[in-house]
């Protein structure tokens, strides 16, 4: 068991760090190539930063353990909404670009609506996935066009190391060389532990994988908070919703159909609710205040508790309709 949990943080790590050091070689290739910042954004980068959630939920399905490939984009775009932007805002009160309110949400509200129908049977079909997918690169053409017609929001984007290809390739290779060894390695862990405490891989993936995972994000939110400068970070935060359930689980159905039996209703419907309340909470002034930081934050705590109390004593809590 300890061994177990030292090959999950091993593996985490290496996944954060293979992800970044991937993104860092292909956004300066893609500069070289002259590709638009607006483009490199929007996609390199932003892919990037869902690499771990993709890598580790690819490999859960490819090893026949979809309830933890669910689970982890489900317990991220939670951990994203209700803890990473709750604690933000408990630091101080956050303001949100209008970019974000308008744009991002209403697409990360509509991403949790349609995971909901498309899970109502409880799997995920490749006609699902191709869905998924479909809506994801429509998002993207629209999101791109808008950003192109549109002045940039917040500060400047920082300048590009000028790195020669050779280097930039290496980081690449060996980016992907982390992603996939590290995810190897927390996939199988986790499913040990799991196992272990019996304690089912959808639990696993709605708690340690998720929370794994959006780590960086909490860091990074926290940080920018404390500075002043969050509205950048939650709306990456935000955005990355969209990418974790409409790319990531599309094209991880793509590759495997997946059952989520032990992804309840009440979780994608937390989920979507969470973003809907988000979106509640900062329609009015753009703003997220300290008290509702409290609420979000509080809303967490509560469903890690739920969650929890069924995994210990399921004998005493009724089962929850799928």
């Not at 002045?151 to 930039?168: H, I």
């Not at 340690?208 to 959006?214: E, F, K, L, Q, R």
């Not at 008290?291 to 739920?306: C, K, N, P, S």
Request: glycine share 8%; with cysteine.
């Amino acid at each position: 068991m300890v061994l177990d949990i030292i090959y999950i943080i091993v593996g985490i790590a290496l996944v954060l760090w293979g992800a970044d050091r991937m993104t860092d070689g292909a956004v300066s290739i893609a500069h070289r190539l002259r590709i638009p910042q607006i483009v490199i954004g929007l996609t390199i980068v932003a892919l990037g930063t869902s690499m771990p959630e993709l890598c580790i939920s690819l490999v859960s399905a490819l090893k026949g353990t979809s309830d933890l490939a669910v689970g982890n984009v489900v317990g991220s775009n939670i951990f994203n909404t209700l803890l990473i932007v709750g604690v933000a805002a408990l630091v101080t009160p956050i303001t949100i670009l209008r970019s974000t309110v308008t744009k991002d949400m209403p697409w990360s509200v509509l991403a949790g609506i349609l995971l909901i129908a498309l899970c109502i049977d409880n799997k995920i079909s490749r006609l699902d996935a191709f869905i998924l997918v479909a809506v994801f690169l429509f998002f993207l053409v629209y999101t791109l066009w808008q950003a192109k017609k549109g002045k940039p929001e917040g500060p400047a984007k920082e300048a590009v190391e000028d790195t020669p290809v050779w280097k930039s390739t290496f980081f690449i290779l060996l980016g992907l060389a982390c992603l996939i060894f590290g995810s190897n390695l927390f996939v199988n862990s986790a499913t040990d532990v799991a196992r272990a405490l019996n304690v089912s891989d959808a639990v696993i993936g709605l708690t340690i994988v998720a929370g794994g995972t959006s780590l960086p994000e909490l860091a990074t939110s926290a940080v920018a908070a404390k500075k002043g400068q969050s509205a950048i970070a939650i709306g990456n935060v935000i955005g990355s919703n969209v990418y974790n359930v409409l790319l990531i689980l599309g094209l991880t159905g793509i590759v495997c159909p997946m059952e989520t039996n032990g992804i309840t209703m009440y979780d994608y419907g937390l989920m979507t609710l969470s973003m809907i309340l988000l979106w509640l909470f900062s329609f009015t002034r753009f703003k997220v205040e300290r008290w509702e930081g409290f609420v979000l934050t509080a809303i967490f705590i509560a469903y890690m508790g739920w969650l929890i109390y069924n995994a210990v004593s399921p004998a005493s809590v009724p089962a929850v309709a799928q």
